[in-house]
């Protein structure tokens, strides 16, 4: 979940015909946007995709190979939109340095499709282990941490997925009532961001991009499906390493080790003064020895990389510390593959997918996630995101009022407006009832659009018809102001309202999509409808589809839409059933 890495590509795509949601480590773009730096609405540049007037026309480029070779055409075709893209980016890069906002999209390509080719792409290997080279990796943990080559085998406690449930479910209350949440607070948070990163349906030993026929449980006798699931492996841009209920990275993982290693210890040291069973207890304090000896561990490892790499010309070396002197992503990216030895003779490689592996300890793995869950908590308390999100509350009962108060010529045509483009369209009696429903709407939040109270087929309709649309970023172009107005009040209105805490869940993963600055820009009001480039860079916007041509409050609402829609539903997946079943059995 947290950090992702976007050369990993890929993650778990959920609640279709939401855009795939993959992991994409966010870049901090708001540094130079604090509230009281932002710009004033005339300084919010609408900059269109800058686009070389005199570069010639694809046609006139090729000449006589315009026909006979259809490769030809795609290249300068793709060429030119890269050289439009380029632009445009560089345009969103320095007007974030001048303190100003973008207000137009990435221009999209139209041109002709690419050839297929005469053989089949080579698809590039990757170096993203399967579960079980990772627990092989994991046997060497004390080896890693103490520095000596005949320390005793570590033994990972493998877990049943219900004890993996219970456990972080116990581990995430105990973090959300250190940041003074409830037990129904904590529990909808926690099925929230599942139902968003997991699709209510993925296990603790989850890669991305595993396929949920893997997850489905064995037939009596047989681990068959658990073998493919440890065994599970996928070449290309679309591996990640992401894993468990949090769908964290191996940097990640990597990251809290290093720096946040002794509250792991300390936790399973506070877990095994608690265990009556005296074998146990020392198996917890064990492995508290073990994380504790296995952070700094760690850090002397990759510091010695980084040693390693100044030692080459400047020209030549890679930028594996960031301008805090804290380690970059770089580094930890490279550190996992990197087959040079350690100081106990095996790779580095060897030690991250080592690290990697704690996330499927029993015991390890539900405290270093809900340590990640801790550190969602942490952002929003000091970003101020309760505060922000009663802000937006508040805009949006404007919002509502505004509506409200339009000419009914106005609202009927907003109404077509929004029906019109909705894909594919529903049958002719679904759409007559809805748009007698949406012309009919009372004033503020209309009861009569939840989707409780709906018919599936109109209620899934606005879900996945209605809601997916952009105000601003339809390719038919934005809509007018009615329209966006109405789609407000239908978003808020199929939800039964949106307050600060409903939005919460949504607001946090949008920190972890985004990182906690950039989301703090993103919540204030007066940014809603500030396009999303402005807020992700280049890397982050691509290898995120959800955010693309969507503003601030449209990413908001989707990630909402994706935390709230099937995939929470306890009675369609038995993986929100069983966190259900396990936060019932906590006090």
């Given at each position: 979940m947290i950090w992702p890495c976007t050369s990993e590509g890929l993650a778990l795509g959920f609640d279709l015909p939401l855009d795939v949601m993959p992991h994409s480590r966010p870049v901090d773009t708001a540094a130079k946007l604090q509230p009281s730096e932002k710009p004033a609405p005339g300084q919010a540049k609408a900059l269109d995709a800058p686009v070389d007037k005199a570069e010639p026309s694809v046609m006139q480029s090729l000449g006589g190979d315009l026909l006979s070779d259809p490769q030809a055409v795609y290249d300068a075709a793709h060429g030119k939109f890269e050289r439009e893209k380029k632009a445009y980016w560089d345009s969103v890069a320095a007007e974030k340095k001048a303190h100003h906002f973008v207000m137009t999209f990435p221009p999209e390509y139209t041109g002709p499709p690419k050839p297929k080719p005469d053989k089949p792409t080579p698809v590039a290997p990757n170096t993203i282990p399967t579960i079980n080279e990772m627990l092989a990796d994991a046997k060497h943990l004390n080896q890693f941490a103490f520095g000596?080559?005949?320390?005793?085998?570590?033994?990972?406690?493998?877990?049943?997925?219900?004890?993996?449930?219970?456990?972080?479910?116990r581990e995430a209350l105990r973090v959300g009532r250190a940041h003074g949440l409830q037990k129904d607070e904590v529990r909808d948070i926690v099925r929230s961001i599942y139902a968003f990163e997991?699709?209510?349906?993925?296990?603790?030993?989850?890669?991305?991009?595993?396929?949920?026929?893997?997850?489905?449980?064995?037939?009596?006798?047989?681990?068959?499906?658990?073998?493919?699931?440890?065994?599970?492996?996928?070449?290309?841009?679309?591996a990640s390493s992401a894993l468990g209920y949090n769908q964290l990275l191996m940097l990640s993982t990597m990251e809290k080790i290093s720096h946040q290693s002794k509250p792991i210890s300390d936790r399973l040291e506070e877990l095994a003064k608690a265990e009556s069973d005296p074998a146990r207890a020392a198996q917890l304090q064990d492995k508290a020895r073990m994380v504790a000896a296995l952070g700094?561990?760690?850090?002397?490892?990759?510091?010695?990389?980084?040693?390693?790499?100044?030692?080459?010309?400047?020209?030549?070396?890679?930028?594996?510390?960031?301008?805090?002197?804290?380690?970059?992503?770089?580094?930890?990216?490279?550190?996992?593959?990197s087959k040079d030895q350690t100081s106990v003779g095996l790779t580095r490689q060897d030690m991250a997918r080592a690290v990697h592996a704690l996330n499927l300890d029993?015991?390890?793995?539900?405290?270093?996630?809900?340590?990640?869950?801790?550190?969602?908590?942490?952002?929003?308390?000091?970003?101020?995101?309760?505060?922000?999100?009663?802000?937006?509350?508040?805009?949006?009962?404007?919002?509502?009022?505004?509506?409200?108060?339009l000419p009914a010529g106005q609202k009927a045509k907003a109404v077509q407006e929004i029906m019109d483009l909705v894909k594919p369209q529903p049958d002719a009696a679904t759409k007559n009832n809805l748009v007698q429903k949406l012309t009919n709407m009372h004033a503020g939040v209309d009861d009569n659009l939840s989707r409780n109270k709906l018919p599936k087929g109109e209620a899934d309709l606005l879900r996945t018809g209605v809601l997916t649309l952009r105000s601003i970023g339809e390719k038919s172009g934005a809509l007018s102001p009615p329209a966006q107005l109405l789609l407000s009040k239908i978003a808020h209105s199929y939800y039964g309202g949106l307050d600060a805490t409903k939005l919460t869940p949504a607001a946090l993963e949008l920190a972890n999509l985004a990182g906690p600055k950039n989301a703090e820009?993103?919540?204030?009001?007066?940014?809603a409808h500030i396009p999303t480039p402005n807020f992700f860079s280049q890397a982050g916007y691509y290898a995120n589809p959800v955010t693309n041509r969507r503003t601030a409050a449209e990413l908001l609402l989707q990630i909402q839409r994706s935390m709230r829609g099937p995939n929470y539903d306890a009675t369609l997946h038995q993986g929100q059933a069983d966190f259900e079943s396990a936060f019932a059995r906590l006090p």
């Open positions: 000596d080559k005949n320390q005793p085998t570590f033994n990972l406690t493998d877990g049943s997925e219900a004890e993996f449930k219970q456990n972080y479910a997991d699709g209510g349906w993925g296990t603790h030993d989850t890669l991305s991009s595993m396929p949920q026929s893997l997850v489905v449980a064995d037939k009596p006798g047989s681990t068959a499906i658990r073998d493919a699931r440890r065994n599970f492996h996928l070449d290309g841009a679309t700094p561990a760690l850090t002397r490892e990759l510091q010695a990389m980084v040693n390693d790499e100044n030692r080459k010309p400047p020209a030549e070396r890679k930028n594996y510390l960031n301008s805090d002197g804290t380690f970059s992503e770089q580094l930890l990216k490279d550190f996992g593959r029993a015991d390890v793995g539900p405290i270093i996630q809900a340590q990640e869950f801790g550190n969602l908590l942490t952002y929003a308390d000091k970003f101020n995101y309760q505060s922000l999100l009663q802000g937006k509350e508040q805009d949006d009962q404007k919002t509502l009022a505004a509506y409200d108060a820009q993103m919540l204030h009001a007066e940014n």
